[in-house]
C-alpha cells in the first residue's frame, strides 16, 4: 500500500462492509468487498486526501478512481463510522456541510483542524444500531408483561424515557 497511514480496512457493519442479512447474494458480494476494502478503501481515502480541506464528494471520487458509486459511497461510509464517537472522536472521513453535485463532500479526519466545527457533520445514524435497540426494548416490555398493573406502568414510563434520552444524545 502506498500510504503508511492506512492502517486497515474499515468494516463497520458486523466485520464487513455491508449486507442485506437475508439476501444469500448480498452476504456472498459483501464477502468479496471484504477481500478487496483494504485496496479499495485506500484509493479513496487517498482521493479524498488530496483534496485537501476542500473535500470530495462521491461522484468526484467516482470520476477520479473510476470506482463504482455503490462501492464509493459504501467505502466512505464505513470510513466515516471506523473510529467515530459522539464528541470524542471522528472516522477517517468527515462529512461536510458543503453539498456539490446533489451529494456531501468529505475530507480525510486529519484535515479537520483547519476546518471550522460549523462546517463539520456527524455521520448519519446507523439504523442497525436502532432496529437492534427497538428489539432489545420489544424483548424488554414481553418480559415485565406479566407484572402487576401499577409497577407495569411505572416500568413502561421510566423504560420509555429512558430510550426517548439515548436516541437524543446519540
Given at each position: 500500500?502506498?500510504d ?10 458486523y ?8 439476501s ?5 458480494h ?13 484509493t ?12 470530495a464528494?462521491c461522484?468526484?471520487?467516482?470520476v477520479v ?7 464509493v ?11 467515530y ?6 472516522g ?12 456531501h ?5 486529519e484535515?479537520?483542524?483547519?476546518m ?12 442497525v444500531?436502532y432496529k437492534?435497540?427497538?428489539l ?16 407495569l ?18
Amino acid at each position: 500500500m502506498t500510504d503508511s497511514t492506512y492502517d486497515q480496512p474499515s468494516l463497520e457493519y458486523y466485520g464487513t462492509t455491508g449486507f442485506v442479512p437475508d439476501s444469500d447474494t448480498s452476504i456472498k458480494h459483501a464477502e468479496f468487498e471484504k477481500k478487496r476494502a483494504a485496496s479499495v478503501q485506500e484509493t479513496i481515502l487517498n482521493a479524498i486526501k488530496s483534496t485537501m480541506n476542500h473535500g470530495a464528494t462521491c461522484r468526484e471520487i467516482e470520476v477520479v478512481t473510476g470506482l463504482a458509486h455503490q462501492t464509493v459511497s459504501a467505502c466512505i461510509r464505513n470510513m466515516e463510522l471506523d473510529g467515530y464517537e459522539q464528541d470524542v472522536s471522528r472516522g477517517k472521513v468527515v462529512k461536510l456541510r458543503t453539498i456539490r453535485d446533489g451529494g456531501h463532500a468529505y475530507i480525510a479526519s486529519e484535515h479537520i483542524n483547519a476546518m471550522h466545527e460549523s462546517l463539520l457533520m456527524n455521520p448519519t445514524k446507523q439504523r442497525v444500531q436502532y432496529k437492534k435497540r427497538l428489539l432489545e426494548v420489544l424483548d424488554e416490555l414481553e418480559s415485565v408483561a406479566h407484572y402487576p398493573e401499577p409497577f407495569l406502568q411505572n416500568y413502561i414510563k421510566g423504560l420509555v424515557q429512558g430510550v426517548r434520552t439515548e436516541i437524543q444524545y446519540q
